[in-house]
């Protein structure tokens, strides 16, 4: 026994003399510079994550991405000012020091498509402009003294502190434009011009045509926006001819807004893959849709604002919509593609550093930036690299046991990172559709490029590149497969709070399923069926009404909150789900999608439905624990349903009885039937639920994936849709549980 604690004992002195062996070593001149470049080197290494993953966070719901993408953004501006500071007390000197600090500070704004995590990140701006100057500070200190010791490096320093300038200053203008004056100065404009629109009638053969939506302002007007109390009149013919409108777009006679499948620049868009045989559209319809969702983008941004359109202005855009999108043939593909388009512009707005360089016309200098970091990295070869081979006095480097400088390969390494980076970068903004709006706006002021192949082979190849803009899926979320479900202790507990998301009893996502056309249509069907006007939503009463058995069904859309309206709808459609039509029906899929997905909305997203996020989720978690007493015992789907058709029978007016009293009237009808019934049910109350006075909700979930829900809001907003008040609510009794 003495012996194996003699030997347990000696085992803890190893460990622990080994431990100050390390620690000493991190106190040595070499230990801390290697700390430093280790530091450098991470750095590097996160900004490459942002630029290269930054964009897919729109494209992808990912927890694992949000928590990588969270961690790199987080983490990177403490980790540049910690290795700035051990720099600058080192108490010893490399000359490498100054240009590693530089591209520190070029890093902490380096990454166009990713300037913020988060909504309020934005409202942080002045916390990044005094983290940007007290680091500023200590890296000018650090410079000069090095330029006193290295005066032949002042090039090479000049054209560094350039590209550092322009950068911080993009990511600083891309925080401060969203809350300046100027901005609502020219969201103030465009409401004015927009609203300057004369009642004449639109035309039938082409609506757009008479569209004044404003796609470009040349730079005279944008100055007079931006000048305190200079905004030019509407009206005036000199600002008419100065601002490109969508109705200008779709006049365009230039050859490539009017070609036909690349018939006159050689080239074909790519397809899109919502489009169907036959149904694809001309090269130049796509192009006139990318100017058209930019425009609406411009709109939507009213949404963010205290400005209002008038509501002429909201007929005209619902004649828009219907006429010159949702009434043609597959118009329901082309309505969701320009939604995605304007989802993508306003996510940048909120999101990256797109909307500065092209809206303030800077994307020129992109151009300096590349020339002073090839320029600069031929210096750094010149006059940097050969000094560290060349030990000095008080000089501290680190070198492999075959001679080879390691301060050298860290600095070669950042410098390739950079270099990919930027090249990434502009990649990426050459493709943006910042970029091809800019274009084809262009292309549409100037007469002298319509006809010109270069000009238009160009534009042709910038605008074929087409990324997938949002995940394109709808979420799911099933009551009676994850009421049960109990989150993990050890990841969700009183500790864990302050750094994840709180997971609730009984909110376990489904697996997302794609966003299909079927679901598509039906949900545009239902916008567009039988209405001449400008609608006034219904939470699925239409639909019943339409198929018959409004008498029978409508008290389940008469209860109290939209949230119980969904839950017990959804309860209903999880009953008839286990007995699906026995022939394929694209009708099934739609209901459960449907109602698996405003399930979802119910648990996981509830500031997007119409209820107060309290009321949805206080409701959600009463349904959670009726149905742990309801359904105790009962592990198999059938035995649940079973136990809810018994539970229908009773007294009582609960989420779970109601959904059990409304799976029993459906299941009397014909399946076939049914599943028609429930799709245009669906599909309705989807649409109904759309409108919102919560922007700021759904400019959150852009940065997560996108939701469905989401682009169908910013649909309705621009035609002024709003939803009927909801009926009162009535108390169905078992004696009302009729048949239909």
Known sequence: MRDLQGSRTGTVNETITEATVVVKRLQTPEGKLAQIELSVGVVAFLLLLLVAFGSLRRRNNSPMLKVVLWAAFTLSGYLITYTLGLMHESPFRNPLFPLWATFLMIFLGSSNSFSAYSLEDNEQWKQYAWQHIVTFIGFVTLWAFYLTILPLTLAVFVLYFVLLMLKTTERALSLVSLHAGGRHRITKWVV????????????????????????????TVLLKVLSEGAAPSPNSSKDDGEVITVGKVWACKGPLLNSKKGKHTGDKLEEHPGDKPGNKLEEGDRLKDICLSYALYLLLRLKFSRYLLPEKAHRKAWVFIRDGILRQKSGYERAFRVAEVELTFLH???????????????????????????????????????????????????????????????????????????????????????????????????????????????????????????????????????????????????????????????????????????????????????????????????????????????WACELKTQTEVIMVWHIATSILEHKPPLKEDSNF????????????????????????????????????????????????????????????????????KRGARLGNQLLEEDLQRIWEILAEFWAE????????????????????????????????????????????????????????
Request: aromatic share 10%; with cysteine; net charge neutral.
């Open 685 to 740: 109350l989807t649409l109904y639920v759309a409108p919102s006075d919560d922007a700021k909700a759904h400019a959150q979930r852009l940065a997560m994936g996108g939701e469905f829900v989401t682009h169908l809001w910013a649909l309705v907003s621009h035609a002024g849709i709003e939803r009927e008040p909801p009926s009162q609510p009535q108390t169905l009794t078992p004696s009302q549980s009729s048949t239909i």
């Open 589 to 656: 899929r739609v209901a459960t999608q449907l109602s698996k997905y405003l399930a979802y909305l119910v648990a996981f997203e509830p500031r997007l439905l119409p209820d107060h996020p309290f009321d949805a989720e206080n409701e959600f978690n009463q349904t959670i624990h009726e149905a742990r007493k309801v359904l105790e015992g009962y592990k198999t789907d059938e035995a649940r349903i079973k136990r809810l058709k018994k539970i229908a029978e009773t007294s009582g007016d609960t989420v779970m």
């Open 348 to 554: 940048d707005y909120f999101y990256t550093n797109y909307p500065i360089i092209f809206q303030a016309r800077l994307w020129p200098l992109k151009v300096v930036e590349l020339l002073c970091l090839i320029i600069g990295t031929m210096l750094t070869v010149v006059f940097l690299m050969p000094k560290t081979t060349k030990p000095q006095d008080a000089v501290v480097q680190l070198v492999t046991s075959h001679g080879l400088s390691v301060d050298v390969l860290m600095t070669a390494l950042v410098l390739m990172v950079f270099i990919c980076v930027e090249v990434v970068q502009l990649y990426l903004m050459a493709i943006s559709e910042w970029a091809k709006v800019r274009w084809l706006s262009n292309y549409v002021e100037k007469k002298s490029w319509h006809g010109n192949k270069l000009m238009e082979k160009l534009i042709g190849l910038i605008c074929r590149v087409h990324l997938k803009p949002w995940e394109r899926k709808l979420r799911q979320y099933s009551f009676l497969e994850s009421y049960n479900y109990v989150p993990s202790r050890f990841l969700h507990n009183f500790f864990t709070t302050y750094f994840i998301d709180v997971v609730r009893s009984g909110q376990k996502q489904g697996t997302p399923v794609d966003l299909s056309d079927e679901v598509k249509k039906a949900v545009f069907d239902s916008l567009v069926k039988g209405d001449e006007k400008l609608v006034k939503l219904k939470n699925g009463q239409a639909s019943l009404t339409a198929n018959g058995v409004s008498n029978k069904l409508s």
């Open 192 to 219: 004015d011009h927009v609203s300057a629109e004369d009642c004449s009638p639109v035309p039938d053969d082409n609506p757009m045509e008479g569209c004044k939506y404003v796609v470009k302002a040349s730079r």
